[in-house]
């Protein structure tokens, strides 16, 4: 599998919009202007100020090289009053906005906090959208259009979290999305879609939804997905096309499958998953339909999972490779199951409970029974891991000749003993 960067530099370059002193005096809300619609309204308004204080307010920007800039995102609050979204720009329209809350909205269909209009863009800085409700985007919508969040938090919103539907691009960092229910899952993405440094908890979807995160191509670093509960799909991801996921954890989320179910292709690379429940499938990674999906695993923790069929890997279709990686069963039902036109391939250094899945590389241990990991906690890094314990036959067990990355899902260099290990976990001084 061979996956490109996603658009994260490149896209920038619809950012070059005017800040707060590049241009004439910022116009102040309420002090100039007795509403923010008003100072928005004003071409003369290359950056609007706005005080702190609640604004009853449902905006529409038609702008090109317009920012808005709230007291902070506690200080500055746009309460729609359930009247539309607290903001909506226009089709071509450019925008920033920095430092608020958008609030109590009520979309007629699409995005409940913020609306971007097509064939424009919003950077979106320091922004809160909590409370509203859209039957797309409960958060914010965006379709044909260009997003960029970061230091935000989208939460407590009905009809998902961000929808960036196709064609879109949509770059997120830094970001909160929690709590959010109905409709669209926590994140859509119908194009490409990347996320950094970031976390997806205690999200809940309906019928409608086929995992928490839906992305058509996806890019994923140090990101926390944990705690959802999707009546049907993978309770973690859903990827049409490409993703690639690294350096960060997937937990304790129930669906269908547990993390995945049917799909394109996907790479995990430093990556911890476990403790994810399949109500109708694997407690993992599930390819059930058809297709040809490939899944590479490299360095991988896969343990603690739980299904009705395999724990952690269910391959109907389509082909897994394996490098490096553990897959370990929670209650001793099997770690995989292969079957009809499915595959497993290794490159080695796997470690595995039972011998389900089919390992055969160079170095493989499989049907260790107790890989001994500590339980799931905060090893330092951004994203919780599976220490490993001492005599753990995935400590060392990556033969030498064999590449195992720089560092593990902590950041911390490999190797550190006389090998490198198993996992996503390195442990240190051994």
């Known amino acids: 599998m061979t996956f490109q960067p996603v658009f994260a530099l490149a896209f920038l370059g619809f950012l070059a919009l005017p800040q707060p002193g590049f241009a004439q005096a910022p116009c102040e809300v309420p002090e100039q202007y007795p509403s923010i619609q008003s100072a928005v309204d004003d071409q003369a308004c290359r950056v609007v100020n706005i005080a702190p204080g609640t604004y009853f307010e449902s905006i529409f920007i038609r702008r090109i090289g317009l920012t808005v800039v709230g007291a902070g995102i506690d200080r500055t609050i746009i309460d729609a009053g359930r009247a539309g979204s607290p903001i909506e720009t226009a089709e071509r329209s450019r925008v920033t906005i920095i430092g608020m809350t958008l609030t109590n909205g009520l979309a007629e269909r699409d995005g409940g906090g913020l609306h971007v209009g097509r064939d424009g863009a919003a950077n979106v800085q320091r922004v809160r959208m909590t409370g509203n409700e859209a039957e797309r985007g409960g958060g914010v919508f965006s379709a044909f259009a260009k997003l960029v969040m970061s230091d935000c938090r989208i939460d407590s919103n009905i009809g998902g979290g961000i929808v960036a539907f196709a064609p879109a691009q949509a770059f997120v960092e830094r970001t909160l999305v929690e709590n959010n229910s109905g409709g669209d899952p926590a994140i859509v993405s119908g194009d490409d879609f990347e996320m950094r440094d970031s976390v997806v908890r205690n999200n809940t979807g ?183 314990l001492p005599g753990s036959p995935a400590i060392d067990a990556v033969v030498a000749a064999q590449r195992c990355g720089g560092a593990d899902q902590r950041g911390v260099p490999r190797p550190q003993g006389v090998a490198c290990d198993s996992g996503a976990f390195e442990v240190e001084g051994d």
């Open 206 to 388: 309906d019928t409608n939804t086929q995992g928490t995160v839906m992305v058509r191509f996806g890019r994923f670093d140090n990101v926390l997905i944990a705690g959802n509960v999707m009546e049907v799909g993978g309770g973690g991801i859903s990827v049409g096309e490409r993703a690639l996921f690294k350096n960060g954890a997937i937990v304790n989320n129930v669906g269908w499958a547990g993390v995945m179910y049917n799909g394109g292709d996907v790479e995990f690379r430093n990556v911890t998953i476990s403790g994810n429940v399949g109500v109708r499938g694997t407690g993992g990674l599930d390819f059930e339909n058809g297709g040809n999906p490939s899944v590479a695993m490299f360095n991988v923790t896969m343990a603690h999972n739980r299904g009705t069929t395999a724990d952690n890997l269910r391959l109907r279709f389509g082909s897994a490779r394996l490098t490096n990686t553990i897959i370990s069963s929670a209650d001793g039902s099997s770690d995989c199951i292969v079957f009809g036109n499915g595959r497993i391939f290794s490159d080695g250094g796997n470690v595995a409970s039972d011998d389900t899945c089919q390992l055969d590389g160079l170095g493989d241990r499989p049907a260790v029974g107790d890989v001994l990991l500590a339980p799931l906690s905060d090893n330092g890094g951004a994203t919780p891991t599976h220490a490993l």
